[in-house]
């Protein structure tokens, strides 16, 4: 999961919890919107004190994860056009 973020732009601290804590590309309020839209939820961390586009993502099963990343391929990247390749 870490390095499929990665791959998207995301920038990921390492953590030993159930969730990784992520900066997006996208600001969180935008982020959070569309994948709420495809039943995603995810926790913005402004609360936190942290700037906009940090958000915390639960890991969970690698169904969910393919889950995740496809739908982030839809919203960060909507043209298909990929900054990262995949490694």
């Known amino acids: 999961l870490t390095r ?8 990921v601290l390492p953590g030993a919890a159930n969730f990784l804590l992520c900066r997006s590309p996208l600001k969180g ?3 959070e919107a569309a ?3 495809r039943r995603i939820l995810i926790r913005r961390c402004g609360s936190f004190g942290l700037e906009d586009r940090w ?5 969970k099963d690698p ?3 393919r889950r995740l990343l496809g739908a982030l391929d ?3 990247y909507p043209t298909n056009q990929r900054v ?4």
């Open 55 to 59: 958000v915390r993502l639960a890991v």
């Open 35 to 37: 994948l709420r839209e």
């Open 4 to 11: 499929g973020l990665e791959d998207r732009g995301f920038r």
């Open 84 to 87: 990262h390749s995949r490694r």
């Open 63 to 65: 169904e969910s994860h």
């Open 29 to 31: 309020e935008d982020l």
């Open 74 to 76: 839809e919203v960060v």
